[in-house]
């Protein structure tokens, strides 16, 4: 069991999502919490939703029992990030309420306070149309990871808030937010899941703006950076679709 579980790793540490999805899911009663956390990534990329959901809450809880406030906090943002993002209003609602007792005796500063801010802010574009609370909110979340290092959430919350400018009409300043979030994605190293829902927020934006040009480039780093994982499901698909949509604004219809 331990050996299988150490393949898993292994097959996680090189991208292989779904030998190691396969290997944790197999194990998945005995293992740790840090293993818990890589089942709910590779799960997800590989399509496995409801299992990534349940590693990322069995994770919570772990880290609740451990004292761990700031690991907890990260799996309730994870999950609320996909059901936020998967459209799927009571289980995101209830996950983001949970984030949000979880900090409600941190000071205002604290970091968990930008993963809380950045689902309030997405959850004010998808469920509610409320740009202005999603702005504030997106800001807020971008100001506060980026004065706590944490490069990652900063770029999503800075992309997010880009699109939301883009939708109020302020397309030059939402523009350059995306040019500065998709900067921090090709040149340092995020999570693949973080990596592959910039890339597709980016590559939306530009269709809506019809921005050929930085849609095409996008779209190509998103062609490249799925190449080498091919058990992606999330991100793949979509990366041909906006390749192929990108190919008929520039005329061409063959390729």
Not at 79 to 104: D, K, Q
Not at 113 to 142: P, S
Not at 169 to 189: N, P, Q
Request: net charge negative; proline share 2%.
């Amino acid at each position: 069991m331990a050996e299988a579980v150490e393949r898993a790793r292994r097959s996680y540490a090189r991208q292989a999502w779904g030998d190691a999805c396969a290997g944790l899911l197999a194990n998945v009663e005995s293992l740790d919490v840090e293993d818990l956390e890589r089942l709910a990534v590779c799960a997800y990329l590989v399509g496995k939703e409801q299992e990534s959901d349940n590693a990322w809450a069995r994770a919570h809880r772990l880290r609740l029992a451990e004292g761990d406030l700031d690991g907890a906090a990260r799996c309730a943002f994870w999950i609320g990030f996909r059901l936020v993002n998967s459209h799927e209003r009571p289980e995101a609602n209830g996950w983001i309420a949970r984030l949000g007792r979880l900090v409600e005796d941190l000071p205002a500063d604290a970091a968990p306070r930008a993963q809380l801010a950045y689902l309030t802010g997405l959850r004010a574009v998808f469920d509610e149309g409320d740009l202005v609370t999603a702005a504030a909110d997106l800001g807020r979340a971008a100001t506060l990871a980026a004065s706590h290092f944490d490069i990652e959430l900063a770029a999503l919350a800075r992309l997010a808030l880009g699109r939301v400018l883009v939708f109020q009409g302020r397309i030059t300043e939402g523009v350059h937010l995306l040019d500065d979030a998709m900067l921090t994605v090709r040149s340092e190293k995020l999570s693949p899941i973080a990596v592959g829902d910039s890339y597709c927020t980016a590559i939306d934006a530009c269709h809506d703006l019809f921005d050929v040009q930085r849609g095409q480039d996008w779209t190509d780093g998103l062609t490249r950076w799925c190449a080498h994982q091919p058990d992606l499901v999330p991100f793949a698909g979509i990366c041909q679709v906006h390749r192929a949509e990108f190919l008929q604004l520039k005329g061409a219809w063959v390729e």
